[in-house]
């Protein structure tokens, strides 16, 4: 057990370190802009992970989240003026409180439905931020002053800058996962996910579990908000409330391998070079493609293999190591 | 101004009337097959398409196409149901959201990857035709999709109650179990199910063709509205989901009427929101799960 420990030490340390210099060696701003967004959907699906993955809260709403963080963060920046950085706390914190009323309504529903509830919670922020023009520029959005470079308004003139950001959120994402994972709330979040009701049965608060680990998802999301509000310099309720944050949440938890630390991150690199590739090969203009793709390797993975890529990983490894020592794995069984 | 009342509550007792067909499909899958399906709206899309393409190159009026999209739409659920759905049934949720989930993502695709965002319009001979009552407008085409939607809610409901297939399909879904234990085959009674479910959504799209528009995207509007009338009207009950889907059509055109054009969808999102609020087993009361 101390051998594994070790190598995947190594391999941690090696991928932080390839991750860090990445954008000093690659300087096609198109290829550091997919990393972004890589790190950026990884990101979100580790914070729907959390309660989508362990707790298996299956929310297809998580746009609501990235909307009210992306909101916040703009509304503090353009009428008073607060650099983002605060602005992006501020914004998590308004989708922790804003989590309490929505989970209050969803958890009322089991299962599918409980997925049905969470769409329409979603679509029902963006009308009012479509419908009330007056506090939050209606339907036509605004673009988010530039002010060239100022990294204390989180305004960069590199897109290496953008990644490193959004690469230190992956980091407190894949840490806070990590950590829970660990915890005492993980077992809970697991037992949930397995059976609620026995859950319940052997003492386990499944509402509050259920409440806190929403309001940590929903925080988290939000921070993916502000910052991709940031990066595009724009901000409008079709963006920022957009069904797709909230299917490509889930698709790259579920592709990757639900409820695991690497899941997410896995996914997206998938979905995401996938998509990269189709675009390169076909060009934007085909409408459908990308989705008609990713609707098929969401298919094939929860017919053939509904752990997901990590599950394939773990598969692959235990076979190997079961290669390896034949004669140890025999006297253990 | 009782007179707009009462021309909203017509008109939205009219569309309502196909929401039912959705909705009646939504729930008898949910009470049978004890699975949500997340693209009951998609193939209101394709039975619309269907529609359409029999209408443009052969003439066929959308009435008679009914004959075509509903048995199309049932062998179609039917076989859905055999080689995706079956494989994915049983205790674990995930699965079984996430592969109608992807369903619906690929068919809506597809269908902007093959027929383009555009809007397709069928226009026959009715579809500008309208019945005066008093001082009440009623749309011919509107109508006739009203009588045929509540004849095939009627039929299914006749056919659940009186047919041995109704009755095995009702039993499977009281208790699968016991059910298998009295000679009911579940695999063949949830595709027959499924396949009815498909076919009402099939018919929806025929008999919505000659006063609606066909484009990739038209089936959320509808199974959204399918998904709230099913929550109101109960999980799984079918005379339920068929007086919930006339509600809402009737609140929606209200909030049109009285409120604005875009506030459709604000109704329905307040109808579910209230719903969950203080009634989350349903207007009829019975199990949330």
Avoid at chain 1, 189 to 212: F, H, Q, T, W
Avoid at chain 1, 277 to 292: K, M
Avoid at chain 2, 39 to 53: C, L, R, S
Wanted: hydrophobic share 55%; net charge neutral.
């Amino acid at each position: 057990v101390r051998d594994v420990n070790k190598w995947s030490l190594l391999v941690l340390a090696v991928l932080i370190a390839v991750l860090l210099v990445l954008p000093q060696v690659v300087t096609s701003s198109f290829a550091v802009e997919i990393f972004i967004r890589i790190l950026l959907f990884s990101f979100i699906g580790v914070a729907w992970n959390l309660m989508g993955g362990y707790a298996k809260q299956l929310s297809l709403g998580h746009a609501a989240y990235f909307g009210l963080g992306a909101y916040t963060s703009t509304i503090m920046q353009i009428d008073f003026n607060i650099s983002p950085w605060i602005g992006m706390i501020a914004g998590g914190v308004v989708a922790m409180l804003a989590s309490l009323p929505i989970g209050w309504l969803c958890f009322r529903l089991r299962g599918p439905y409980f997925t049905i509830a969470t769409i329409a919670t979603a679509q029902a922020l963006m009308l009012v931020f479509l419908k009330f023009r007056d506090f939050a520029w209606g339907a036509e959005g605004t673009t988010i002053p530039n002010l060239g470079s100022s990294p204390l308004m989180m305004q960069f003139e590199t897109k290496a800058s953008y990644y490193y950001v959004v690469l230190g959120l992956l980091a407190v994402g894949l840490l806070i996962t990590y950590a829970i994972e660990k915890s005492w709330m993980g077992y809970y979040l697991v037992a949930i996910g397995e059976d609620e009701d026995a859950a319940e049965a052997i003492g386990v608060n499944a509402p509050r579990i259920k409440r806190d680990i929403y309001m940590i998802s929903a925080f988290l999301t939000a921070l993916a908000g502000t910052f991709y509000t940031q990066y595009i310099y724009f901000i409008d309720p079709a963006t920022a409330f957009s069904f797709s944050i909230s299917i490509e949440a889930a698709l790259v938890s579920i592709v990757g391998g639900i409820g695991t630390l690497w899941g997410p991150v896995i996914g997206t690199v998938l979905l995401e070079t996938t998509s990269a590739l189709l675009q390169s090969w076909l060009g934007s203009s085909t409408g459908g493609i990308q989705l008609t793709v990713y609707a098929l390797i969401l298919m094939a993975v929860i017919l053939w293999r509904p752990t997901g890529l990590m599950g394939m990983l773990n598969d692959l490894l235990q076979r190997r190591a079961q290669h390896e020592k034949p004669a140890q794995a025999r006297t253990v069984l | 101004m009782l007179e707009t009342v009462i021309q909203a509550v017509v008109n939205g007792l009219l569309i309502g009337g196909i929401y039912a067909l959705v909705s009646i499909g939504v729930t008898l899958i949910f009470g049978v097959v004890k699975i949500v399906n997340f693209a009951q709206g998609e193939f209101v899309m394709i039975g619309m398409y269907i529609t359409f393409f029999l209408f443009t190159y052969l003439g066929i009026d959308p009435l008679l196409s009914l004959l075509v999209s509903m048995p199309v739409l049932f062998v179609l659920g039917a076989l859905i149901q055999h080689f995706l759905i079956r494989r994915v049934l049983g205790p674990n949720d995930m699965p079984q959201i996430f592969l109608t989930f992807a369903l619906s993502l690929l068919l809506l695709n597809l269908s902007l990857l093959l027929f383009s965002a555009n809007y397709r319009t069928v226009h026959t001979f009715y579809s500008d035709e309208a019945l005066h009552i008093g001082g009440i407008y009623i749309p011919v085409a509107k109508l006739i999709a009203f009588v045929v939607a509540m004849g095939l809610s009627g039929a299914l409901w006749v056919f659940l109650r009186t047919t041995d297939l109704g009755k095995a399909m009702r039993a499977a879904s009281q208790n699968r179990d016991v059910a298998m234990l009295m000679g009911i085959n579940p695999n063949y009674v949830f595709a027959v199910a499924f396949g009815a479910a498909l076919a009402l959504a099939g018919a929806a799209g025929s008999l919505l063709m000659p006063f609606y528009s066909a484009y990739p995207f038209v089936g959320q509007v509808f199974v959204l509205m399918a998904f709230v009338a099913v929550v109101l009207g109960t999980l799984g009950n079918v005379i339920g989901a068929l007086v919930a889907s006339l509600m809402m059509g009737i609140a929606e055109s209200l909030g049109i009427q009285f409120v604005g054009a875009d506030s459709g969808l604000i109704v329905v999102f307040a109808m579910l929101l209230l719903t969950l609020a203080f009634k989350p087993n349903g207007l009829g009361g019975g199990r949330v799960r």
